[in-house]
């Protein structure tokens, strides 16, 4: 008796059905990762907003579009991720490319968020630092609210005073109108008017460059080295979904055929 040969429809065979569970598998784990990664962008990006918030006025507004942006890409991770789940659960071609499309999308943001905060690093990595951070207090200290603000909440909370030292101040022309020597959140015990007394011993002689250079460095590093790691796994994630699409296109497609609709 002859041995039966059994015809498989072109994605029903065992090999390529194997094929398409691997994809499925890929892409859906591939989601969570990417759902994570949203969450921590996201996350990354507001505990920056909401603790160094002060910083981010004082420096250059690069920093604080890529701190922005950070946001934004964790937010359009987590929508590329609900997307790309309703292509795999639902095997939607439509889904899967909008998918594709949202990660290339995502892929080039990542790379602009990394060069934005490169540039970042180097500019607070430079020499020059200290003397921006001069020019910022001596110039804006007391003429915008805003960074007189963020300038006084920064020497309180990181303990201290001018860019380099308390003698940056004696430049500033707000400070010699008002006759003092510091403004009082560089005091050590603050009391209204304690930055009139000349003697330093209540006041914070470290300067405030080296402190913001420290706190962003964190910052200026994690972001490049994130949205590096991320772009080579979105690059995995391009690939799983194309394949999935092609296999789902496929077997719709002999189904259509076959069937007539």
């Known amino acids: 008796m002859p041995q039966q040969v059994l015809h498989y429809p072109p994605a029903k065979r065992p090999s390529e059905l194997c094929t398409k569970i691997f994809l499925r598998y890929a892409v859906f784990s591939f989601n ?8 921590t962008l996201v996350g990354f990006g507001m505990w920056t907003l909401l603790e160094k918030w002060d910083l ?22 987590l929508i590329s991720s609900i997307v790309g789940c ?36 180097v ?5 020059t630092f200290p003397k921006y951070i001069s020019e910022v207090t001596l110039k804006e200290w007391g003429k915008q609210d805003s960074t ?16 380099a030292s308390y003698k940056d101040w004696k430049n500033n022309s707000v400070i010699k109108s008002l006759n003092t020597t510091t403004p009082d959140s560089c005091c050590i015990s603050r009391v209204s008017g ?31 080295a994130l949205s590096l790691g991320f772009s080579v796994i979105q690059i995995f994630g391009v690939i799983f979904s194309s394949a999935l699409t092609h296999q789902i296109s496929r077997s719709r497609k002999f189904v259509r055929k076959k069937y007539s609709y």
């Open 32 to 39: 969570a990762i990417f759902l994570l990664t949203g969450m």
């Open 56 to 77: 981010t006025l004082l420096m250059s507004p690069l920093f604080s579009i890529s701190v922005y942006s950070t946001v934004a890409v964790g937010s359009l991770i």
């Open 86 to 121: 309703t292509g795999v659960v639902q095997e939607r071609p439509s889904s899967l490319v909008a998918f594709i499309v949202l990660l290339v999308v995502i892929f080039m943001m990542e790379l602009s968020v990394g060069m934005m905060s490169y540039i970042t690093y």
């Open 123 to 127: 500019q607070v990595d430079n020499a």
């Open 148 to 163: 007189t603000n963020a300038i006084d909440n920064v020497q309180m909370k990181y303990k201290c005073c001018g860019s």
């Open 194 to 224: 304690c930055g009139k007394i000349e003697h330093p011993s209540n006041i914070y002689t470290k300067g405030c460059a080296s402190v913001i250079e420290k706190g962003l460095r964190l910052n200026m590093v994690l972001v490049p």
